[in-house]
């Protein structure tokens, strides 16, 4: 009697709150992975930067004992993977069950190969370890990290949903509906069949026909699922949230979950892990994150996603280039990147430099034609004129495609020497091409910066002590154009940010909120009426990222585009202002 009301409570907390939802979205985890190459490592089980060593060798992967492992071994591992350096190393952890064989024991390294095979080791195969002593490493993600981990957030959707539903599904009491989920290891069979590994899940038909895409009709006991090998962690996360409505969330998890939402029908938490993704872009020093979500929006076609990830890439290319994740870019991603105006980068021939040596680091990975079109996309009439000066001596791709060179140098020379009236005589010359448009150029004379407690002053009074700000201030002097033949007009700028009404009122403007930034010339602009100021507002965030690019309205800064803005922590930033002027 006692099990019968027992069952009894279980199904009543189970059939209430039901809720409905729609599908959407299509497949992840089946895209085609880079077939690993003899001597490759991965981390596995762990977040973007740490989890358990695993070795590729004779097709298979296998992990590494821990015998005898420091920093040094773990140097290796993480500068193979293109991580800055290792933080510690992880002895004892469990990553859950390791497949594979024990490639590696008794491992020594210097700290300065670079690659794991190429240390001191018995042999392949060669150990008196088990998987209990497989070691792993917590790689650093960069010497200026915002963030020390994976920070989480918590999604709650429970509202009166009673917490006894997880202690159901943890238990697995009364569950009549099996999840089996599968995903390829990396290794491969006897029979050249890709080797798979697998978890069950189980669950109660009552919860999961909610959503009817898992199929829980009667009748069907179970279903499997295929997902990648880095979402299998996360699986059970995401059922046990449809039982409680609450699951924690960090950037190594954001993408699995908001898949699975997608795919399951699961709406309320694809919408949220949606709007999680603008606050997790910051918070991945080596880029792998904001990279790998842009080829998922790709794939899924979420334009919305796909926009906001390259444009995070384009306001913070320069941390991009020096990021582990620079020479894995698709070429598709760093074409789509070379399209964008408000591309930041000190200027245009630094980013022809970063163009080539991208080239070179693929070497004969990329066709001809695939170089030639992305370096079509390098603005050459941007370019500073001394510097084109030298561009055919500094540049390695010039030799190998000359044409192309010559044909854009003429272009930017017509472009530098030729007044506008000129300019546009020419059939040949189309003011709308983006070439002739400038990115946001960070270097001087274009732009300066300036922090609010720029001008902060401690005060006293026989109560207590405060800060007391005053607007900061600063003068820039750029050419009235970027072409060469204005080098000699000059037009002063005044760059200033408003802490208070006061402050603005001295000035005799009128300031919305606060700080307010303004970027104003202190010269007359009439006489230059074939050239408009698109100035721009860079506010980035503790020295390290960029997070919102805003316009000016009547000289004041003002997010006119509808850009979202990224999470910056205390709202300790940078004003960076950016003078841009195009011919109109």
Same mark, same amino acid.
């Given at each position: 009697m006692l099990v019968h009301r027992n069952l009894l409570t279980v199904w009543l907390l189970l059939l209430l709150h039901v809720f409905g939802s729609a599908a959407r979205f299509n497949l992840f985890g089946h895209k085609k992975n880079p077939v690993p190459q003899e001597g490759d490592v991965r981390l596995f089980g762990g977040g973007v930067a740490d989890g358990r060593v695993e070795i590729y060798h004779e097709g298979q992967w296998g992990t590494v004992c821990d015998d005898g492992w420091d920093l040094a071994e773990a140097q290796v591992v993480c500068r193979q993977l293109r991580f800055p350096g290792a933080r510690s190393v992880v002895i004892g952890k469990d990553y859950s069950k390791a497949p594979g064989p024990i490639w590696l024991d008794d491992l020594k390294c210097q700290g300065t190969e670079n690659y794991l095979s190429t240390c001191a080791f018995k042999s392949w195969g060669t150990t008196d370890c088990s998987h209990k002593e497989d070691v792993g490493v917590i790689c650093e993600t960069s010497g200026s990290n915002v963030t020390g981990g994976d920070s989480s957030y918590s999604l709650d959707h429970s509202i009166s949903l009673s917490d006894e539903r997880g202690q159901i599904f943890d238990s697995e009491s009364g569950c009549d509906f099996s999840i089996t989920v599968m995903s390829a290891t990396g290794n491969t069979e006897e029979d050249g069949t890709p080797e798979m590994a697998g978890s069950t899940v189980c669950a109660h038909k009552a919860i999961l026909s909610q959503f009817p895409l898992f199929n829980a009709s009667e009748g069907i006991s179970g279903i499997t699922v295929d997902i990648g090998q880095a979402c299998q962690q996360n699986f059970a996360s995401f059922i046990r949230y449809i039982y409680t409505r609450k699951v924690e969330v960090t950037f190594s998890s954001v993408q699995c979950l908001h898949w699975l939402a997608s795919k399951f029908g699961v709406k309320q938490l694809m919408e949220d892990t949606g709007r999680l993704f603008s606050q997790i872009l910051p918070e991945d020093a080596t880029f792998h994150t904001q990279v790998s979500l842009y080829e998922y929006a790709a794939e899924t076609g979420d334009l919305v996603l796909q926009e906001n990830c390259i444009q995070y890439l384009a306001w913070n290319y320069q941390n991009l280039t020096s990021s582990p994740a620079w020479t894995q870019l698709s070429v598709e991603l760093l074409g789509a990147l070379l399209l964008r105006s408000d591309l930041v980068v000190p200027d245009e021939y630094s980013l022809l430099w970063n163009v *080539?040596? =991208? +080239?070179?680091?693929?070497? @004969? !990975? +990329?066709?001809?034609?695939? /170089?030639? @079109?992305? %370096?079509?996309?390098? #603005?050459?009439?941007?370019?500073?004129a001394e510097a084109l000066n030298d561009l055919e001596s500094n540049s390695s791709l010039y030799a190998t495609h000359e044409a192309l060179y010559r044909e854009n140098l003429l272009k930017a020379l017509q472009f530098n020497v030729l007044l506008f009236g000129n300019l546009v005589s020419n059939p040949k010359f189309d003011k709308d091409d983006d070439d002739y448009r400038p990115r946001i150029y960070t270097a001087e004379p274009w732009s300066t910066a300036m922090t609010r407690t720029q001008n902060r002053q401690m005060h006293y009074n026989r109560f207590n002590q405060y800060n007391q700000y005053y607007p900061s201030s600063r003068v820039i002097n750029t050419p009235v154009h970027n072409s060469l033949i204005f080098k000699? $007009?000059?037009? /002063? =700028?005044?760059?200033?940010?408003? $802490?208070? /009404? /006061?402050?603005?009122?001295?000035?005799?403007?009128?300031? *919305?909120?606060?700080? !307010?930034?303004? %970027?104003?010339?202190?010269?007359?602009?009439?006489? =230059?009426?074939?050239? %408009?100021?698109?100035? #721009?507002?860079l506010l980035m965030c503790q020295g390290t990222y960029i997070f919102q690019v805003q316009d000016f309205k009547n000289h004041m800064a003002v997010n006119g585009s509808l850009a979202p803005a990224y999470p910056c922590p205390d709202d300790q930033y940078t004003y960076q202002f950016v003078v841009r002027p195009e011919y109109v």
């Open positions: *080539e040596s =991208w +080239i070179r680091e693929k070497g @004969d !990975s +990329i066709s001809s034609e695939t /170089q030639v @079109d992305l %370096l079509k996309r390098i #603005r050459f009439p941007m370019i500073p000699n $007009n000059k037009i /002063q =700028w005044e760059a200033n940010v408003f $802490n208070n /009404q /006061q402050e603005c009122s001295n000035r005799g403007v009128r300031c *919305e909120s606060f700080p !307010s930034a303004r %970027l104003a010339p202190q010269n007359s602009l009439t006489e =230059w009426r074939h050239i %408009l100021f698109r100035n #721009r507002l």
